[in-house]
């Protein structure tokens, strides 16, 4: 982000230990391949007051830009992090990020050329729809160093953008929208007064400006219907019965627990951890990590990459087959964090022989964000409740949820059928939409 520099604060102090200073480390600091006329850390590496330092360094274009780069925004970050060209002979060489946001789905700040501005509040931000690198990177505070999807240092440290145990990050020194959830009640969906803008202190922060209620013009930021987006401040309510823990870990005591046993969770994953939201949404291949872009709707990462059909061709759509009970669990993403839902380490549910074929998105939502139904059961009360067409089976108000109301057992091998209902069975059950 390009900001006007602090006499005392960043210039002097949190620059100069950044990625593109890197005061005193090898490791850091941003050199310039094309002239010996400036020193690691340079501030003209990027900005020339009057474009008349001369010499064979990057020529000025795109302009004029406020902040006295030699091009707009993204053009003068992808002059270094691109696959070829590169203006730097930094050590490391940057990271490639040009690649990444020219796949089919991205952050692409090239689509909104000097739309953001330092000092943003979300009436500015929103009012015109961008995505530029200063809206997620801070290039004077950001250091190197990557979060990758599954690692879980997250749990000693709080899902927090960088402290003492989880080492420095690009994220750092960036605004976000931090939601306390206060006066929430489950599934309540926070208007934007309730959010603060800040800097911040975890990565779903700076997701929440574009993606959530901070941001009263996100559902017309992207497609309609399968494809469109959901308010995820609402879907990681920390008062709804079921979320996946980004914002906050799950409830590990009592009978009342809202987490899963150990043997559920597969690949490092344990009760009590918190996600990052680029635990399931970055990158492809190994390098930058972030959802940069990614061939892959939703830029699902991981090894396993379809849902809710079995091709992640069809992610994003209204079309193709469903994941079953019983069925083939190949590519299946829940199972990047998760077991196979009918092993013996499942509940004991999954594993009836009467519920084989059984669709997933039959009985949970097809948004796994969060729900108002424990477990994100999709207990539509037989066509008489509320959920939203955007967790219906196919995305869009199609296909029909088998679940009517729904009960969570404290014990996963215990439920019976006093513990739900179905279009087809059952009785029991106290909770739905």
Known sequence: MLVMLTAGSIEAGTYA?????????????????????YATGSCAHCHEQHASIGGSELA??????????????????????????SVSD??????????????????????????????ENFDTFTASPHVECGDCHNSHVARKGNHTAGSRYQTVNGNLIDNSGSGP???????????????????????????????????????????????PNWASWDGAGAAAWSDVGQEFNTKNKSFHPVVAALNVAGSGSTVLVSAQLANG?????????SDCHGNVGAGVQGPHGSATKW?????????????????????????ALGGTTANLFCMNCHQDPTSASSNNAHRRNDHAGIDCVECHIRVPHGGKVSRLINANNNGAGALPARYFPNGNGGGTPQMVRFSKNADKDNYSSGDCEGTCRHSGGSESW
Request: net charge negative; glycine share 12%.
């Open 299 to 323: 830029m699902l990462s991981g090894t396993n990459k379809a849902w809710p059909y079995t091709s992640a061709a069809n992610n994003g759509t209204s079309a193709g087959t469903y994941f």
């Open 17 to 37: 230990t950044s990625a593109h200073a890197g005061s005193g480390t090898p490791a850091n600091g941003l050199s310039r391949t094309a002239t010996t006329a």
């Open 169 to 215: 990050s690009p994220l750092e020194g960036v605004s976000g929208a931090a939601q306390a959830y206060g006066g929430a009640t489950n599934w309540s969906a926070p208007s934007q007064a309730s959010y603060t803008l800040q800097t911040a202190t975890k990565e779903y922060e700076i997701c929440f400006k574009c993606h959530s209620g901070a941001n």
């Open 60 to 85: 000025p274009t795109g302009g004029p830009d406020p902040y006295l780069g030699m091009a707009l925004e993204q053009n003068l970050c992808l002059a270094c992090h691109t696959s070829t060209g």
């Open 269 to 277: 994953w344990a009760p009590g951890d918190t996600m990052y939201c």
């Open 90 to 119: 930094s050590v490391p060489t940057p990271d490639n990020i040009n690649t990444d946001i020219t796949r089919t789905y991205n952050h692409d700040g090239t689509l909104s050329d000097a739309l953001h501005r330092a000092g």
